[in-house]
């Protein structure tokens, strides 16, 4: 991962994504927008003289509110699944390696990139768990760690992870805090 990217993320405290994860990753906004660009296509074709047309386009604008409001909602949430939760640490290099590697062991990660600056790992579920896999982003800013994780951007898009994201940081975080105080 270039450095420029890694600083980029420090700076803004959101993880970013390429042009085809960001694609996977708000594709549930453009499964909620579809059906009222139908919509708003079959509204234009509405001859009120036809013996076609089946409804108004006030009635099938009304149809696609609900669309809509799921759309934009979507949107801010995948939105904010984005945003890194910060933890303080004081801990050395060498602990913080320890502790990520205890943490991919209890959690089952597959760590895909570890470097002095990010630690990147992916999970592979069991079919079972509903989820696709995670994918969980680290980077390591002196006396900080920043921490994400997300539906796997890389897999078919999921909607849900069934609170494994929030597990994946929770234990993290919490390994971080058992460490501080030792």
């Not at 390429?18 to 996977?24: A, G, K, Q």
């Not at 994780?149 to 597990?167: A, H, L, W, Y």
């Amino acid at each position: 991962m270039k450095n420029e990217l890694i600083e980029k993320m420090k700076m803004t405290g959101r993880l970013e994504l390429t042009f085809w994860e960001s694609l996977t990753h708000y594709m549930i906004v453009f499964a909620f927008v579809f059906p009222l660009a139908v919509i708003s296509i079959n509204s234009l074709s509405y001859n009120a003289d036809s013996s076609i047309s089946v409804r108004t386009p006030l009635e099938m604008s009304l149809f696609g509110v609900p669309f809509a409001l799921l759309g934009i909602l979507s949107y801010f949430v995948q939105y904010k699944r984005l945003q890194f939760k910060i933890v303080e640490t004081n801990l050395s290099r060498e602990k913080l390696n320890e502790l990520l590697d205890r943490t991919s062991d209890e959690l089952e990660w597959i760590p895909v990139i570890k470097t002095k600056d990010i630690f990147i790992a992916k999970t592979i579920p069991k079919w079972w768990t509903g989820s696709w896999g995670e994918q969980i982003t680290i980077l390591i800013d002196k006396e900080r760690l920043m921490i994400n994780s997300i539906c796997d951007p890389e897999q078919r898009t999921s909607v849900t992870s069934m609170g494994r994201n929030k597990k994946n940081v929770n234990r993290l975080i919490e390994n971080i805090k058992k460490a501080n105080c030792l």
